[in-house]
Each structure stands twice: as C-alpha cells, then as structure tokens.
C-alpha cells in the first residue's frame, strides 16, 4: 500500500538553530500540503503546493519558514531560526488531484515531532 | 466563515458500548467531510469521505453519516483497540481549504 514517507521522526534541536524537515507523496499525486499540529488541536495548513508550485502559502511564517518542491515530487520544509514556540508535529499529506477536485482526499505520513529547547 | 466543531472533546466507554461523536460544520459549499483516526505521536489515518446530504459509509464497526449541518460517526461495540483521536475535516466550496476539527478523544476501557 502506497504510503507518505517523513524524515526524520523526531527532532530536537535548541532554539536559533537551523532544522529542515523531508517529505516523499504517494506516487502520482499532484498536490502536497504540510501541516502543523500542536497537541490537542486538529492540523492547521503550513503550505500547500500544486505540482512544483506553491498555491498556498498564507499561514506560513515566511520570516523563517521556507517550503520547497523542486521537481514537483519530494518536498522539504526548513525553519530557520527555530523558536521555542514552533514545537509541534509537522505533518505532510498528499491527494492525487487538488485544484480544489471535489472530495479529493489527503493521506498523511507519520509526521516529524519537532521539540526545540 | 468557515468553521467545524467537534464534540464531545473527549469520550469514555466501556467495551460493548456503542456511541456518536458528533461533527457540526459551516462552509460555503460542502465539498467533501473527511473523517481520520490518529493514533497519539503518528498522522492521521483516513477513513471516510462523504460527499452529499444522507450519504452513508460504514468500515467495520464505524459508520460515517453525513447531513446538511453535521456529520456523525457511529462507533458499534467498540473495543480498546478503537481508542484514538478521531478528526473531523471539511473541503471548503468558495476557498477549497481544508478544516479540520480538534478531535474527539475517544477512550474504550476493556
């Protein structure tokens, strides 16, 4: 069964230090999106992407968070400088069509819990 | 705007116990209700997408119902091994985003 693979699992790192984070889709899907969920609280879209294109990216701290999908595949998201505050599970998910494809349906990768000191 | 709510925010049961959580929503355009399972420290699992009004699906002992306002999930004689958060997500018509509820937190006790 097809999955979304994330690396690392865990992270911990101190504050002001550099941390980049790596997503795979399922093959074939066009459209990847990376959350971010804070324990007891559903995920709240970082940014999301169309092929190699950002289509979103309104909630994303651009002041030190930076998201890549070069050949429109793999992705990476990067914080620099990491704030005490940005510990979280970062999440990523990918869906076959986006563009706003009804009922189009977001699988999830095992997420990268990030825990900065 | 665009809002879902989920209650209760966390639910106890004992094995055999059968019970709803409950997904309230208010989007411009439904385009799809998403319901996920996520075990604590991994992502969330999909189960189900509804699309319209009275539209139902079940997978084992879950059962997914769908109407203009809310959706609820139907948990029959559930056992420990259904103890998780359970997430609400909506596809939103005018902007096409995704919201998702805070979960219900569901306990079975053996």
């Known amino acids: 069964e097809a999955e979304v693979a994330q690396s690392p699992r865990y992270k911990i790192t101190e504050k002001s230090q550099a941390v980049a984070f790596w997503c795979d889709p399922i093959?074939?899907?066009?459209?990847l999106y990376w959350y971010r969920q804070i324990l007891g609280q559903g995920p709240e879209l970082l940014v999301q992407?169309?092929?190699?294109?950002?289509?979103?990216d309104s909630q994303l701290p651009k002041d030190r968070f930076s998201a890549e999908r070069l050949k429109g595949v793999d992705s990476t998201l990067k914080i620099q400088p990491a704030e005490l505050g940005d510990s979280a599970m970062y999440l990523c998910?990918?869906?076959?069509?986006?563009?706003?494809?009804?009922?189009?349906?977001?699988?999830f990768g095992p997420g990268t819990r990030l825990t900065v000191l | 705007e665009d809002q879902v709510t989920q209650s209760p925010e966390a639910l106890r049961l004992q094995e055999g116990e059968s019970s709803s959580l409950n997904c309230s929503y208010t989007?411009?355009?439904?385009?799809?209700l998403f319901w996920y399972r996520q075990d604590p420290g991994k992502g969330p699992e999909f189960l189900f997408t509804?699309?319209?009004a009275g539209e139902e699906k079940e997978k084992e002992r879950l059962k997914a119902t769908l109407t203009k306002k809310e959706s609820f999930l139907h948990i029959t004689a559930p056992k420990p091994e259904d103890s998780a958060t359970y997430l609400c997500?909506?596809?939103?018509?005018?902007?096409?985003?995704?919201?998702f509820g805070t979960g219900t937190r569901l306990k079975v006790l053996a």
């Open positions: 998910a990918s869906s076959l069509r986006g563009g706003g494809a009804q009922g189009d349906t977001q699988y």
């Open positions: 093959s074939g899907h066009a459209t």
């Open positions: 992407f169309q092929d190699e294109s950002v289509v979103d």
């Open positions: 989007v411009s355009g439904l385009r799809g």
């Open positions: 509804l699309y319209s």
């Open positions: 997500a909506v596809q939103a018509g005018g902007t096409y985003k995704y919201i």
